[in-house]
C-alpha cells in the first residue's frame, strides 16, 4: 500500500469512528434533551441555563479569555441573574440585565477587543437563554419547541449527508471547507419536510406558516453554524472544546440552535409577541 492509499484509508477509519461516537453521543443526550423539553418547568430552564453557561465559557476560552476572572465572571453572572429574572415574572429586567452585563463588561475590559468580544458573546448567549426559556413557556410551548429542534436537527443531520454524498459545489470555501450547496439545500428541504410533519403530529392542521418558519429557521440556523466557523477560524481553533466525544464542545452542537432560537422570539415580538411570550406573535395556533 503506497503513503497516498494509507493516508486516505486512516482518514476514512477516522471519519467512521468519529460518526460513530457522534451517534453513540446523540442516542445518551438526545433522549434526556427531549424529556426535559416534554416536563419543561424549573428542569428545562436549568438546562438551557447550563448549556448558556457552557457556551458562553466556549466563546470566552475562543476569543482568549481566562476560564474565570472578572471579565468572564460578569457574564456568568449576568446569565443566572437573568435567566432567574426572567421566570421569576420579569422579562424586561431579564434583558436588561444582559444588556447592562454586557456594558460592564466592556467597560471593566477597558475597552479592550477582548472585552467587546466578551461582550458580544454575553449578548449572544443571554438571548438565545432567553429565547429558548421564554419558547418553552408560552402557550404552545412543547409543540414549539419539538418543532425547533426538529427543524435545527434535521438541516444539521442531512446537511451532512447529503453533502457528503452528493458533494459538488463548496457553500462558502473561505470560511467552512467542507460545506456543500448540496448539503445546505438537502438540510433545507428535510427541516421543512420533518417540521411540517411535525407540526401536524402536534394536531395543527394549517401548516403553511409553520413550513414558512421552517424554511427562515434552517437558513438562519446554517448562518449560525457558518458564523461559529468564522470565528473558529479567526482564532485557529478547529472545536470549541471536547466536552462532547464526537461533536466537540457545546457550541459545535448548538450554533445553529442559538440563532435559530433568536430569530424565532425576534420575529415573533416583529410580529406582535409579548416578551413572556414571543412565539405568539407567529400565530401559529
Same mark, same amino acid.
Given at each position: 500500500?503506497?503513503?497516498?492509499?494509507?493516508?486516505?484509508?486512516?482518514?476514512?477509519?477516522?471519519?467512521?469512528?468519529?460518526?460513530?461516537?457522534?451517534?453513540?453521543?446523540?442516542?445518551?443526550?438526545?433522549?434526556?434533551?427531549?424529556?426535559?423539553?416534554?416536563?419543561?418547568?424549573?428542569?428545562?430552564?436549568?438546562?438551557?441555563?447550563?448549556?448558556?453557561?457552557?457556551?458562553?465559557?466556549?466563546?470566552?476560552?475562543?476569543?482568549?479569555?481566562?476560564?474565570?476572572?472578572?471579565?468572564?465572571?460578569?457574564?456568568?453572572?449576568?446569565?443566572?441573574?437573568?435567566?432567574?429574572?426572567?421566570?421569576?415574572?420579569?422579562?424586561?429586567?431579564?434583558?436588561?440585565?444582559?444588556?447592562?452585563?454586557?456594558? &460592564?463588561?466592556?467597560?471593566?475590559?477597558?475597552?479592550?477587543?477582548?472585552?467587546?468580544?466578551?461582550?458580544?458573546?454575553?449578548?449572544?448567549?443571554?438571548?438565545?437563554?432567553?429565547?429558548?426559556?421564554?419558547?418553552?413557556?408560552?402557550?404552545?410551548?412543547? !409543540?414549539?419547541?419539538?418543532?425547533?429542534?426538529?427543524?435545527?436537527?434535521?438541516?444539521?443531520?442531512?446537511?451532512?449527508?447529503?453533502?457528503?454524498?452528493?458533494?459538488?459545489?463548496?457553500?462558502?470555501?473561505?470560511?467552512?471547507?467542507?460545506?456543500?450547496?448540496?448539503?445546505?439545500?438537502?438540510?433545507?428541504?428535510?427541516?421543512?419536510?420533518?417540521?411540517?410533519?411535525? !407540526?401536524?403530529?402536534?394536531?395543527?392542521?394549517?401548516?403553511?406558516?409553520?413550513?414558512?418558519?421552517?424554511?427562515?429557521?434552517? &437558513?438562519?440556523?446554517?448562518?449560525?453554524?457558518?458564523?461559529?466557523?468564522?470565528?473558529?477560524?479567526?482564532?485557529?481553533?478547529?472545536?470549541?472544546?471536547?466536552?462532547?466525544?464526537?461533536?466537540?464542545?457545546?457550541?459545535?452542537?448548538?450554533?445553529?440552535?442559538?440563532?435559530?432560537?433568536?430569530?424565532?422570539? !425576534?420575529?415573533?415580538?416583529?410580529?406582535?409577541?409579548? &416578551?413572556?411570550?414571543?412565539?405568539?406573535?407567529?400565530?401559529?395556533?
Amino acid at each position: 500500500m503506497t503513503q497516498g492509499s494509507e493516508k486516505i484509508a486512516t482518514s476514512a477509519t477516522s471519519k467512521m469512528s468519529d460518526l460513530k461516537l457522534r451517534f453513540l453521543s446523540a442516542l445518551v443526550l438526545g433522549p434526556v434533551v427531549i424529556a426535559l423539553v416534554y416536563f419543561g418547568g424549573f428542569a428545562y430552564s436549568a438546562m438551557i441555563l447550563v448549556a448558556a453557561l457552557l457556551f458562553q465559557y466556549e466563546w470566552f476560552s475562543i476569543t482568549g479569555s481566562k476560564a474565570l476572572d472578572v471579565l468572564t465572571g460578569i457574564g456568568y453572572l449576568s446569565l443566572v441573574l437573568s435567566v432567574v429574572g426572567y421566570i421569576s415574572g420579569y422579562p424586561l429586567i431579564a434583558v436588561g440585565v444582559i444588556v447592562a452585563g454586557a456594558a &460592564l463588561l466592556y467597560l471593566v475590559s477597558g475597552f479592550s477587543i477582548r472585552g467587546r468580544w466578551g461582550a458580544e458573546g454575553l449578548v449572544y448567549s443571554g438571548l438565545a437563554l432567553l429565547s429558548l426559556v421564554a419558547a418553552r413557556a408560552g402557550q404552545d410551548g412543547l !409543540a414549539f419547541v419539538v418543532f425547533l429542534l426538529v427543524v435545527v436537527w434535521a438541516t444539521d443531520i442531512f446537511a451532512y449527508f447529503v453533502g457528503r454524498f452528493v458533494g459538488g459545489p463548496k457553500l462558502w470555501r473561505r470560511v467552512s471547507p467542507n460545506k456543500t450547496w448540496s448539503g445546505a439545500l438537502g438540510g433545507l428541504a428535510f427541516s421543512i419536510a420533518l417540521g411540517s410533519l411535525c !407540526a401536524f403530529l402536534f394536531g395543527y392542521t394549517d401548516l403553511t406558516g409553520w413550513a414558512l418558519l421552517a424554511i427562515a429557521l434552517s &437558513l438562519v440556523s446554517q448562518a449560525g453554524d457558518l458564523l461559529e466557523s468564522a470565528i473558529k477560524r479567526r482564532f485557529d481553533v478547529k472545536d470549541s472544546s471536547r466536552l462532547i466525544p464526537g461533536h466537540g464542545g457545546i457550541m459545535d452542537r448548538i450554533d445553529g440552535l442559538v440563532s435559530a432560537a433568536i430569530l424565532a422570539s !425576534a420575529l415573533g415580538l416583529a410580529f406582535g409577541g409579548t &416578551l413572556a411570550d414571543p412565539i405568539s406573535g407567529l400565530g401559529l395556533s
